[in-house]
């Protein structure tokens, strides 16, 4: 458990994903990835709000499967692609919130991206076999 004032609170979480997803949006690599498979961002930015609400601060708020939405777009889901992801992840969040609070986003996204990358990486073994 995090020391209560590295907790990641509602309004940090409202400033970070949607800065975050401009940057991805923006971005050479991933924007055309985002771009083809998002097509209402306002909603889709909520789903995320609402997703790291529940990962950060139990709230219960997102009743999604992260799994089966990446699994939908696996072709994209390459190592170079979670990399770019972390690096405009560590970087935004580094830019827009305390350390102590930015490292606890930067330590999540991390474990979320290496249980993304060994889910699609199975589901690729599973549908050579």
């Known amino acids: 458990m995090w020391p209560e004032s590295s907790m990641i609170t509602e309004d940090d979480i409202d400033r970070l994903v949607p800065t975050f997803y401009d940057r991805v949006r923006t971005d050479p690599i991933l924007g055309p990835i985002f771009e083809s498979a998002i097509a209402d961002w306002p909603h889709h930015l909520e789903r995320l709000k ?23 777009h696996a072709h994209a889901m390459t190592p170079e692609n979670f990399a770019r992801w972390l690096e405009l992840w560590k ?8 350390a102590d609070r930015a490292a606890s986003v930067q ?5 979320i991206a290496e249980s993304l990358q060994l889910g ?6 599973r549908s050579v076999r």
């Open 107 to 111: 330590a999540k996204a991390e474990m």
């Open 91 to 98: 970087a935004t969040s580094a830019e827009l919130l305390e």
């Open 50 to 72: 609402a997703f790291w609400s529940s990962v950060m601060l139990a709230s219960g708020r997102y009743k999604g499967q992260p799994m089966i939405a990446h699994l939908r």
């Open 120 to 125: 699609v990486h199975y589901a690729r073994e």
